[in-house]
């Protein structure tokens, strides 16, 4: 799409000290890419291919997806775009990968371990997006969702690697891969904290259940010292972290999350202005002292407070 390789290049976000924090969309479709970057988008955080899959009642064919992936693409020439392979079952269920009743499908075969067991259609899907990537010039990621373990972590890792994809990382939306994180990162390249599902896993609260909204909050501080953790994971070996849970667009939370070591934000486009003002009205040392007023907090609304007090 030309249009949006002719606008200029966004302003890239940074903290009031000048370190940079790359401002990302997630995106869910590839029609919104222009919109994307006439809102200061850096790259995409978050490709959800599940669009392609929704309204389907088998897999797309690798044609379609890979001239979907070619659209998205090619609005973002040297830049990162980072997408997820299909994350299906629980809150997106798909008659094809999903059949089987399942009590609690949030903790079932979901994400990731749906495509392990569908091979077919996640190796449909790397060849689609190497293709996508041969022909076209930005810098794609790709990530796995819903993954656990170390072992996921390197078999996905090494089944992208076999079709050319270069940067392959995972999400950490699990409380064992926040714990485990530097374990995982020693085989993925990066890693993208999905806040929504971390703080589903962590708070034991099912994020489409009315009744225990109150706990889906991930400004809880259980849900901070994991994203602390996978900070710190990070830092040490040298490998990318980043968020692209709802977290990311709540202004103060961005601030925090950067504080405990997290260096690029990815949401939804609307939100990239409020955020990228807030960031640049802090230090890198002032929006740590931030965090750690935050993770000493007993619950969600006094870390909420703590944070406005610190700030
Ligand atoms: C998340 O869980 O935070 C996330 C970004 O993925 P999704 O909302 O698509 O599950
Ligand atoms: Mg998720």
Not at 152 to 168: I, N
Not at 242 to 269: I, K, Q, T
Request: net charge negative; charged share 20%; aromatic share 4%.
């Amino acid at each position: 799409d030309r249009r949006a390789a002719d606008t200029a290049p966004p302003t890239p976000g940074a903290l009031a000290d000048g370190t940079p924090i790359a401002l990302l969309a997630n995106l869910g479709k590839p029609g919104d890419a222009v919109d994307a970057v006439a809102r200061g988008a850096e790259g995409v955080g978050l490709f959800r291919t599940e669009f392609l899959f929704l309204s389907a009642s088998q897999a797309p064919t690798v044609t379609a997806q890979r001239d979907a992936y070619r659209e998205l693409l090619s609005a973002f020439p040297g830049r990162k775009v980072v997408v997820r392979v299909l994350d299906a079952g629980a809150d997106k269920p798909l008659p094809f990968l999903n059949d089987a009743h399942e009590e609690n499908p949030a903790l079932g075969l979901r994400g990731l371990r749906a495509l392990r067991a569908s091979e077919d259609i996640l190796r449909e899907q790397l060849t689609a997006l190497a293709e996508a990537d041969a022909e076209t010039e930005a810098d794609l990621w790709v990530m796995a969702p819903m993954v656990a373990t170390v072992e996921e972590t390197a078999y996905f890792t090494a089944l992208a690697r076999e079709y050319g994809l270069r940067t392959a990382g995972i999400m950490v939306e699990v409380p064992s891969s926040a714990l485990l994180a530097d374990r995982l990162l020693a085989h993925a390249d990066f890693a993208s904290i999905g806040t929504n599902d971390l703080t589903q896993y962590t708070m034991a609260a099912d994020r489409l259940l009315g009744s225990v909204a109150s706990f889906q909050d991930p400004w809880h501080p259980a849900v901070l010292r994991l994203v602390a953790e996978v900070g710190r994971a990070g830092a040490a070996l040298g490998k990318p972290v980043g968020v692209c849970g709802e977290a990311a667009a709540d202004p103060l939370l961005a601030v925090v999350l950067v504080g405990l070591g997290v260096g690029s934000l990815s949401m939804a486009p609307a939100a990239l202005s409020d955020v990228r003002r807030t960031l640049s009205l802090h230090t890198l040392d002032q929006a740590r002292r931030i965090a750690e007023a935050a993770l000493a907090a007993d619950d969600a609304a006094s870390a909420r407070a703590a944070a406005q007090a610190a700030g």
